[in-house]
């Protein structure tokens, strides 16, 4: 768990700054793809739940949600952002929960955080051991151009309270992008500084649905701008998919 636990400080400016653009683009598009389909007070797991965002949300509607994160900061925030929830600190490639869920979602290109092809499968087969037969896996991921376009970029967030300074960079032959990111917090009268890092690995089409396939799922690969409707960058070189368990 201790990469996972590498992504603790990233959590506050998540939080903060970072997830509202998204969680605003990607809820009409969760309808269009998975939540139409589901049934009433459906049960439903939130893989990568980061800082419960989604989870109140979908709880908001009237599901049973349930939570899981690598990040013990972004389960704090989100038990408190969604109380009603169930959340566990687990790796997403090797949990074990019941076969009880009638979806499992995973949100914000969180799978690109899987740094190889073979952890990427054993997601897979978690998730599939946890649905029922019949059950929907709804995620997204960044394709190539994303990395290219978007995450190469440096940006900045400068408030009274906080400062951030991101910068991307995308390496085509290893196909992992990194983002290193300098955060300094006004605490008391004084500046605490973190520096972290941010890793992503380009998964292909063809990799993503052989692999699902693999795990026993059937499925389906959306464009979340022209399939979806998400607007402006977030949309962008992004894929949603949606498979069917056996």
């Not at 990469?3 to 997830?19: E, I, N, T």
């Not at 400062?163 to 917090?185: E, K, P």
Request: aromatic letters at 10%; proline letters at 3%.
């Amino acid at each position: 768990m201790r990469r996972f636990a590498d992504y603790d400080p990233f959590a506050w400016l998540y939080s903060k700054y970072w997830g509202e653009e998204f969680h605003r683009e990607a809820i009409p598009a969760l309808d269009r793809l998975i939540l139409r389909l589901l049934p009433r007070r459906a049960e439903m797991l939130d893989l990568c739940c980061g800082d419960g965002r989604f989870a109140r949300t979908l709880l908001r509607r009237g599901y049973r949600v349930t939570g899981l994160d690598g990040s013990e900061s972004m389960l704090t925030l989100a038990k408190q952002r969604a109380p009603k929830g169930e959340f566990f600190l687990a790796d997403a490639r090797r949990f074990k929960l019941p076969r009880r869920f009638d979806a499992v979602i995973s949100t914000f290109d969180s799978l690109n955080h899987i740094m190889n092809a073979e952890d990427l499968k054993k997601v897979f087969r978690s998730v599939a051991a946890c649905l029922k037969p019949g059950g929907l896996f709804a995620f997204d991921l960044n394709r190539e151009e994303a990395y290219i376009d978007l995450w190469s970029r440096t940006s900045s967030i400068v408030d009274k309270t906080a400062v951030s300074v991101s910068r991307g960079s995308y390496d085509r032959a290893s196909r992992i992008a990194v983002c290193n990111v300098t955060l300094l917090r006004l605490n008391g009268g004084h500046w605490d500084r973190s520096d972290f890092r941010l890793r992503q690995k380009l998964h292909s089409r063809d990799e993503v649905l052989s692999g699902l396939t693999a795990a026993g799922f059937t499925p389906r690969v959306f464009d979340a701008a022209r399939d979806l409707g998400m607007q402006g960058d977030i949309g962008s070189g992004r894929d949603f998919y949606l498979a069917r368990s056996s």
